[in-house]
Structures are given as structure tokens and as C-alpha cells.
């Protein structure tokens, strides 16, 4: 009768974690492809850059081991994170930067990958994020896919970056 007891537990535990990892995944990603998720950062970008847009940089030095895989929200937590809000003033100045993002220069990739997060940004119009990525040791994500890397990902926030951190990023030592 333990037996059972225990072997019932145990299943409970097992099928509440796969439904709860199954929902946080299919609440996370809203898009069914890549290039859908960029439909309206690609609006917001085309011509003139909206009043409301921010653009919002979490990042450490890339460098910085870590004893488990950083959650953004840890990330964003972290004792040696720098925090960077561009309004869209500065980002109107750096709009050609904007306008070289699309989809099509992203590069799914099929092996697995996991968030261990060491730059994070994402870029809003007043409450609607149009643009987030996640770079770090175990793989870059693009508004919920992951992607490899691609140099325009940095480029596209370096000019925002404190120099010490824009030049250990732009090094490609990570």
C-alpha cells in the first residue's frame, strides 16, 4: 500500500511539473513563426521613430562565470547588471541601426538551447514590446525563438553600452 502511495505521488509531482514547464513555454511564445514576431517592430522602425518607443539594456560583462544558467529576471537582479534606458530622442539618432534588423538574417537553430542570460534588451512602444532578445552562454533568443548569433544583435545596442562594457562585447571574447 505505501508502495502505491508513493508511486501515485511521485506521478503527481512529474505530471504537475510537465504541465506547468508546458504552459510557461506556450504563454512566452505568442508567434507561430520568426519573421510574425517582427511584424510590428518592422512598423515601428519603417519611418519615423514613434515618441513612445524606449529601449531598455540589461547586461553584464560577458565574461562573468557563474555557478547555474541567469535567468533574465535574475539578470535583471544582479549585483554587477548595468541597467540602460534609451528614449526614443537617442534611438531616432541611431534609427539606421533599427532598420538593419529583420528576420530575414536570423538563423533558427534546431538544436536545443536554454537561457543562461548575460545581455538582455527589449525595445517597447508604451506598454507593447515589439522587440526582446536574450544573448548569453546557452544561446540567443529572439522574441521567444532561438536564433544563432548574429553581430547586428550587438550592434544594434553597442552605441548605448558604457565604452568598458561596448568594447568587452564588441571583442567577441565571451
Keep these: 500500500m505505501k508502495r502505491i502511495r508513493k508511486m501515485i505521488c511521485v506521478l503527481l509531482v512529474v505530471f504537475l511539473v510537465l504541465t506547468s514547464h508546458g504552459c510557461s513555454n506556450s504563454e512566452k511564445q505568442e508567434y ?59 534611438l531616432a539618432a541611431h534609427s539606421e541601426l533599427l532598420r538593419k534588423l529583420e528576420p ?35 544561446g540567443v533568443f529572439v522574441n521567444g525563438f532561438a536564433v544563432e548569433f548574429h553581430w547586428i544583435l550587438l550592434e544594434l545596442v553597442a552605441p548605448f553600452l558604457p565604452e568598458d562594457l561596448r568594447e568587452m562585447w564588441m571583442s567577441g571574447v565571451y
Design 32 to 90: 507561430d513563426s520568426l519573421e510574425d514576431s517582427f511584424a510590428d517592430y518592422l512598423k515601428a522602425v519603417e519611418g519615423e521613430i514613434p515618441e513612445n518607443l524606449r529601449l531598455t539594456i540589461c547586461c553584464i560583462p560577458p565574461g562573468i562565470a557563474t555557478r547555474r544558467p541567469v535567468s533574465v529576471e535574475e539578470l535583471m537582479d544582479f549585483p554587477d547588471a548595468s541597467i540602460i534606458v534609451v528614449e526614443s530622442e537617442e
Design 104 to 138: 530575414s538574417i536570423l538563423v533558427p537553430v534546431e538544436e536545443e538551447s536554454y537561457i543562461d542570460a548575460r545581455m538582455y534588451y527589449f525595445l517597447e512602444a508604451g506598454n507593447d514590446k515589439l522587440l526582446e532578445v536574450i544573448i548569453g552562454t546557452g
